[in-house]
């Protein structure tokens, strides 16, 4: 009788447990638009998302493989969460949209390994995405070591993807790579291998018939690398991947690495129309909240002017620096970059003459660093300043008695967990000694503007200097400009340094003057680094340079008003009582726009292109529900409305 009890318990228990393996466990959105349905199937785990009913990732993998246990398979489910609503509110001034409202419901999966180690999987789904990520809450001091992580994205067949390829550590110029400074993959089969073993980059953006999904990461502190996608996607199933070994700071470790317990970043999908995934906010909602040490209102945001860009290295001396100022001034602009060697080429003591000279016209400077550190083979100085904290923090210290307002510091080459580490490092030192910090050369912030206010804009983008290095790059710029709203620049803020009104040297631009004008309204970021030079500028008309001297330096809402990918883009941005209208053509026919515009004001001020080559024709508009604008080949517009 006891063999037969036992016999029914173990037969019981084992319906129980092909039961629970065999459960979905769905979370929706608040307005019940996306599901995601979570499940074991032969002790792994899998996802699925559906959007108005209809599936739109096919099932995906999740799990990680530790050193000592491996969470991807023989897992046991423990028990599921109830729904939970989850809401914040928060106001961040380096973004689309000045105040933020995230909601979402929340399930938690608690899982057991085969011996019995714990791991939770925490869903959030809000209307405009998904996003997830892993912990491990058991409590254990000794450091645990991540090999793999299985987390899957598994795309439909048909589906078409704009990808940027990652780039190999330490190629390119002076080994500096990798830099997120590729040119995109436009429209590219899903599954379509990367050109290298390196892989692909966030944010990754993808269609589905109707549906839109842009794949990206937040949250990203110390305790983890930056992460890509693999290189390979059979039959379209993209597989997160850890950086190359090359990619740290010097003798550090790569690969995850942390005490118990331990929280992953967030895996995010922004999911809905072109229009939902370009103005979701995904990529800050779930960024951890500013530091409690670090004032926001402490770093101010703007425009600067920038020798380097059109007149390169031998620019940076007093004289030409100091025409810079007054420029910056004249344009009333908040900022001058003072660039590469300015420790040799002007030196510390005639840097602070520079700097007393700057506060007298309102002008802030900022100052160029180089990372330093065995990761490259840059030349240019100051380097070696920044690697160690006492020396960091003591060169900091120099600058805020000097009056410097933030810095740029150049060529990171590496997303490895000890690379992260050195970004935040410098992050919080700098916000200690109120110094605003650009990045170039460098990682994708990741939502790390919402948590360090100090970081107002890093580059990660082939952007405005190489195409002053290289015709194909001018040739490119169209279709890369149409793209990037809808990829790079989605989340966090970009330093392309945009606008060159007029010809460039040896160069023969593509885009028309209205297109680059339009670029700093189009693309977002902290502090715009404007492109264009005091000689160019003369040569405008009054009411581009009155436009460009009033332009806001930051935003109260962003939206898309039309586009595609890599063919064109109108973007409204608001600030204040007015709204900036944008838009740019990236093909070489001419493009009708019609769009409503009774809701952006009741008076405005439209720029064209005009009929010669570089010029433009200026124009009152009146609000219409059908405002027809028509863009020139590879041409733009700019609308002012209040």
Same mark, same amino acid.
């Given at each position: 009788?006891?063999?037969?009890?036992?016999?029914?318990?173990?037969?019981?228990?084992?319906?129980?447990?092909?039961?629970?393996?065999?459960?979905?466990?769905?979370?929706?959105?608040?307005?019940?638009?996306?599901?995601?349905?979570? $499940?074991?199937?032969?002790?792994?785990?899998?996802?699925?998302?559906?959007?108005?009913?209809?599936?739109?990732?096919?099932?995906?993998?999740?799990?990680?493989?530790?050193?000592?246990?491996?969470?991807?398979?023989?897992?046991?489910?423990?028990?599921?969460?109830?729904?939970?609503?989850?809401?914040?509110?928060?106001?961040?001034?380096?973004?689309?949209?000045?105040?933020?409202?995230?909601?979402?419901?929340?399930?938690?999966?608690?899982?057991?390994?085969?011996?019995?180690?714990?791991?939770?999987?925490?869903?959030?789904?809000?209307?405009?995405?998904?996003?997830?990520?892993?912990?491990?809450?058991?409590?254990?001091?000794?450091?645990?070591?991540?090999?793999?992580?299985?987390?899957?994205?598994? $795309?439909?067949?048909?589906?078409?993807?704009?990808?940027?390829?990652?780039?190999?550590?330490?190629?390119?110029?002076?080994?500096?790579?990798?830099?997120?400074?590729?040119?995109?993959?436009?429209?590219?089969?899903?599954?379509?291998?990367?050109?290298?073993?390196?892989?692909?980059?966030?944010?990754?953006?993808?269609?589905?018939?109707?549906?839109?999904?842009?794949?990206?990461?937040?949250?990203?502190?110390?305790?983890?690398?930056?992460?890509?996608?693999?290189?390979?996607?059979?039959?379209?199933?993209?597989?997160?991947?850890?950086?190359?070994?090359?990619?740290?700071?010097?003798?550090?470790?790569?690969?995850?690495?942390?005490?118990?317990?331990?929280?992953?970043?967030?895996?995010?999908?922004?999911?809905?129309?072109?229009?939902?995934?370009?103005?979701?906010? @995904?990529?800050?909602?779930?960024?951890?909240? !500013?530091?409690?040490?670090?004032?926001?209102?402490? $770093?101010?945001?703007?425009?600067?002017?920038?020798?380097?860009?059109?007149?390169?290295?031998?620019?940076?001396?007093?004289?030409?620096?100091?025409?810079?100022?007054?420029?910056? !001034?004249?344009?009333?602009?908040?900022?001058?970059?003072?660039?590469?060697?300015?420790?040799?080429?002007?030196?510390?003591?005639?840097?602070?003459?520079?700097?007393?000279?700057?506060?007298?016209?309102?002008?802030?400077?900022?100052?160029?660093?180089?990372?330093?550190?065995?990761?490259?083979?840059?030349?240019?100085?100051?380097?070696?300043?920044?690697?160690?904290?006492?020396?960091?923090?003591?060169?900091?210290?120099? @600058?805020?008695?000097?009056?410097?307002?933030?810095?740029?510091?150049?060529?990171?080459?590496?997303?490895?967990?000890?690379?992260?580490?050195?970004?935040?490092?410098?992050?919080?030192?700098?916000?200690?000694?109120?110094?605003?910090?650009?990045?170039?050369?460098?990682?994708?912030?990741?939502?790390?503007?919402?948590?360090?206010?100090?970081?107002?804009?890093?580059?990660?983008?082939?952007?405005?200097?190489?195409?002053? $290095?290289?015709?194909?790059?001018?040739?490119?710029?169209?279709?890369?400009?149409?793209?990037?709203?809808?990829?790079?620049?989605?989340?966090?803020?970009?330093?392309?340094?945009?606008?060159? @009104?007029? *010809?460039?040297?040896?160069?023969?631009?593509?885009?028309?003057?209205?297109?680059?004008?339009?670029?700093?309204?189009?693309?977002?970021?902290?502090?715009?680094?404007?492109? #264009?030079?005091?000689?160019?500028?003369? *040569?405008?008309?009054?009411?581009?340079?009155?436009?460009?001297?009033?332009?806001?330096?930051?935003?109260?809402?962003?939206?898309?008003?039309?586009?595609?990918?890599?063919?064109?883009?109108?973007?409204?941005?608001?600030?204040?009582?007015?709204?900036?209208?944008?838009?740019?053509?990236?093909?070489?026919?001419?493009?009708?726009?019609?769009?409503?515009?009774?809701?952006?004001?009741?008076?405005?001020?439209?720029?064209?292109?005009?009929?010669?080559?570089?010029?433009?024709?200026?124009?009152?508009?009146?609000?219409?529900?059908?405002?027809?604008?028509?863009?020139?080949?590879?041409?733009?517009?700019?609308?002012?409305? #209040?």
């Amino acid at each position: 009788m006891k063999y037969k009890i036992i016999t029914i318990a173990l037969f019981v228990f084992t319906v129980l447990q092909t039961v629970k393996s065999q459960t979905k466990y769905e979370i929706s959105s608040p307005d019940q638009t996306l599901k995601v349905n979570v $499940f074991l199937k032969d002790q792994q785990l899998f996802y699925t998302v559906n959007r108005n009913g209809a599936q739109v990732l096919n099932t995906s993998t999740l799990g990680l493989v530790r050193s000592d246990e491996d969470f991807s398979k023989k897992l046991r489910l423990l028990s599921v969460s109830k729904n939970e609503t989850v809401k914040d509110t928060y106001t961040l001034k380096n973004a689309k949209r000045l105040v933020n409202n995230y909601l979402a419901n929340k399930k938690i999966i608690h899982l057991e390994s085969q011996s019995k180690k714990k791991m939770d999987v925490i869903f959030q789904v809000s209307n405009d995405g998904i996003a997830f990520r892993y912990n491990f809450p058991d409590r254990d001091a000794k450091v645990k070591a991540l090999s793999e992580e299985k987390t899957s994205f598994h $795309f439909l067949e048909n589906s078409k993807a704009w990808m940027q390829p990652m780039s190999v550590a330490k190629t390119g110029w002076e080994g500096t790579n990798p830099s997120y400074e590729e040119n995109y993959k436009k429209e590219i089969k899903v599954g379509t291998p990367a050109p290298t073993q390196a892989g692909w980059v966030y944010p990754a953006l993808f269609q589905c018939k109707d549906t839109w999904l842009l794949v990206s990461e937040t949250g990203l502190d110390g305790n983890y690398c930056a992460t890509r996608l693999k290189q390979n996607s059979p039959d379209g199933n993209y597989q997160i991947g850890f950086p190359d070994q090359r990619e740290a700071f010097t003798g550090q470790n790569v690969n995850p690495e942390s005490s118990l317990p331990w929280y992953t970043p967030w895996r995010i999908i922004a999911i809905g129309s072109l229009k939902t995934v370009t103005e979701s906010t @995904l990529g800050t909602d779930l960024a951890y909240p !500013a530091k409690s040490n670090i004032n926001p209102d402490q $770093f101010k945001l703007g425009k600067a002017s920038w020798s380097w860009i059109i007149l390169k290295d031998n620019s940076i001396v007093y004289d030409v620096q100091k025409r810079y100022i007054d420029f910056a !001034a004249d344009m009333k602009w908040e900022y001058c970059l003072i660039d590469a060697d300015w420790d040799r080429k002007i030196g510390y003591e005639k840097m602070q003459e520079l700097a007393d000279y700057a506060k007298t016209k309102n002008v802030g400077l900022l100052l160029w660093y180089n990372s330093a550190g065995d990761w490259n083979t840059v030349k240019y100085t100051p380097k070696n300043k920044l690697t160690n904290k006492e020396s960091r923090q003591e060169e900091f210290a120099m @600058l805020q008695k000097m009056g410097i307002k933030g810095i740029k510091v150049d060529f990171f080459g590496g997303d490895g967990q000890s690379m992260i580490k050195y970004y935040l490092e410098i992050f919080e030192d700098a916000a200690k000694f109120g110094l605003s910090v650009n990045c170039h050369g460098a990682t994708l912030p990741r939502g790390w503007q919402r948590t360090y206010p100090n970081l107002v804009t890093m580059e990660s983008i082939k952007g405005m200097e190489f195409i002053t $290095f290289e015709q194909d790059n001018a040739n490119e710029e169209p279709a890369h400009a149409t793209t990037i709203p809808f990829t790079r620049n989605v989340f966090d803020p970009m330093d392309f340094t945009p606008m060159s @009104l007029n *010809k460039l040297p040896n160069i023969n631009l593509k885009t028309t003057s209205t297109f680059e004008l339009a670029l700093p309204v189009i693309f977002h970021s902290g502090i715009q680094h404007l492109a #264009e030079t005091p000689e160019g500028m003369a *040569k405008v008309p009054t009411d581009v340079k009155t436009f460009l001297q009033e332009f806001p330096a930051s935003w109260t809402d962003t939206k898309l008003i039309d586009g595609y990918p890599g063919k064109f883009v109108v973007m409204a941005r608001k600030a204040g009582k007015k709204w900036y209208i944008a838009g740019i053509n990236g093909e070489n026919t001419a493009k009708e726009i019609t769009f409503d515009s009774t809701t952006f004001g009741k008076k405005g001020k439209l720029i064209l292109d005009g009929n010669e080559d570089r010029s433009f024709v200026q124009s009152d508009i009146t609000p219409n529900a059908n405002t027809k604008i028509t863009m020139k080949p590879y041409g733009g517009f700019v609308i002012v409305m #209040e």
